[in-house]
């Protein structure tokens, strides 16, 4: 079946500790993407990736890095930077870079708790 | 600048009653607009998307939604709820040129017996 993979589902850190988030998909597609969702407020963009080797901030960057070393793998690192870690993060693919009237597929998503 | 507001946080029907979810942008240039559902602790999962073709969209589980240009809106509706429709639902913006979507903050719909 083709998707994308989030792992682990439920994640638990003490606070201080940096964290990777694991986000595998399986589609071929070039563009990924990590949310962040809190309850009451939509989600918010973390970091985007159009392409291999590359990728842009997004509105809430701060406290979070990412790699894309491979189109089908889009890690996102927590670090102790971040000052509210705990929330529910989804991971989403699309097949055309640049052109969002195409949809966004996404992960189950990954709940961490930092406490 | 492009927005989405989602004019109910919460709606409440009963079963076999008509669902309707409020959705209003912001936008200076054609958008493209969906609809995404989201049941608890799962990934989001498309309903329905408009890009300029016929402003009136059918998508999965009998949902719908109207573009309307001179309201600004974009409702979600359904003639008949089912158990199966609670969850949350997003309304969801892109403008051409801009890299990202642009999420509303969710409407919870309620479903009871």
């Known amino acids: 079946d083709g998707g994308i993979t989030q792992s682990p589902k439920y994640l638990f850190r003490k606070e201080g500790q940096n964290v990777t988030l694991s986000c595998e998909q399986n589609?071929?597609?070039?563009?990924m993407y990590w949310y962040r969702q809190d309850p009451g407020q939509g989600l918010r963009l973390i970091y985007y990736?159009?392409?291999?080797?590359?990728?842009q901030k997004g509105d809430i960057a701060e406290g979070y890095s990412v790699s894309r070393e491979k189109k089908e793998s889009f890690p996102l690192t927590v670090t102790s930077a971040q000052k509210n870690p705990t929330a529910f993060y989804l991971c989403?693919?699309?097949?055309?870079?640049?052109?969002?009237?195409?949809?966004?597929?996404f992960g189950p998503g990954t709940r961490l708790t930092v406490t | 600048a492009q927005s989405v507001t989602q004019l109910d946080s919460h709606v409440s029907v009963s079963e076999g009653t008509p669902v309707l979810l409020r959705c209003n942008y912001s936008?200076?240039?054609?958008?493209?607009l969906f609809w995404y559902v989201q049941h608890p602790n799962k990934g989001l999962q498309l309903l329905l998307k408009?890009?300029?073709?016929?402003?009136l969209v059918k998508g999965i589980n009998g949902f719908e939604a109207e573009f309307k240009k001179s309201e600004t809106s974009f409702h979600l509706t359904k003639p008949s709820a089912h158990m199966s429709d609670a969850a949350e639902y997003f309304c969801?913006?892109?403008?051409?040129?801009?890299?990202?979507?642009?999420f509303g903050k969710g409407t919870m719909l309620l479903v009871s017996p």
């Open positions: 408009y890009t300029s073709a016929a402003t």
């Open positions: 936008s200076s240039y054609s958008p493209s």
């Open positions: 589609l071929n597609h070039d563009a």
């Open positions: 989403a693919s699309s097949s055309t870079p640049g052109d969002l009237s195409y949809e966004q597929y």
């Open positions: 969801v913006v892109s403008l051409p040129g801009y890299s990202t979507l642009t």
């Open positions: 990736s159009q392409i291999v080797n590359d990728f």
